[in-house]
């Protein structure tokens, strides 16, 4: 994929600049819709906390449906025509298929338990972490209060969305904004 420059993104029309950076956060244009308006960008970072302000001035439904815009981790094979390419990429990179078999039923166990509990997939930067580190992050989080995983799954997205503008922007080395 060619990447493109902050500057050459800032110069772009709406729709233009919103194509760009479509699929950064999940089946959820709005989000960059609503950073969008906050142009120009002078860094990455910048770009990153708009999306996040517009991200926290969202109201709670619109949040939520942020979090249930992203697929459940380890997706069962024939969900994945229906992801998005950046998660393809996120899910096969982290190791997914080299789970064990039990490890995997495990995974699927804990992850249906969640879902069931919050209402909503586990949201996690599989970018940051490998697949063996997935089920012992899910049991901790499982402890969590509603509110309390509602902020970790957003948090998360934020740090997903921090690597897919990275894959998509020129000059990716500035450090990360979290």
């Not at 995997?104 to 338990?113: K, W």
Request: aromatic fraction near 6%; charged fraction near 25%.
């Amino acid at each position: 994929m060619n990447k493109i420059s902050l500057v050459g993104l800032n110069a772009l029309d709406s729709a233009s600049f919103g194509k760009v950076l479509s699929g950064v956060y999940e089946h959820s244009p709005w989000v960059i819709t609503e950073a969008a308006r906050s142009r120009p960008f002078s860094t990455m970072k910048e770009l990153q906390a708009s999306c996040e302000a517009a991200i926290d001035r969202a109201s709670h439904e619109a949040q939520v449906l942020l979090i249930q815009a992203h697929p459940d981790l380890a997706a069962k094979l024939d969900q994945l025509p229906h992801l998005t390419e950046f998660s393809k990429k996120e899910q096969s990179k982290a190791g997914f298929a080299m789970l064990k078999t039990a490890e995997i039923d495990e995974l699927r166990a804990e992850l249906t338990r969640y879902r069931a509990r919050f209402g909503h997939p586990f949201i996690l930067c599989v970018t940051e972490y490998s697949a063996v580190d997935v089920l012992p992050i899910l049991k901790t989080r499982m402890q969590c209060e509603q509110i309390e995983e509602k902020y970790n799954c957003l948090s998360q997205i934020a740090r997903i969305g921090w690597h897919r503008l990275c894959s998509i922007l020129e000059n990716s080395h500035e450090s990360s904004p979290i």
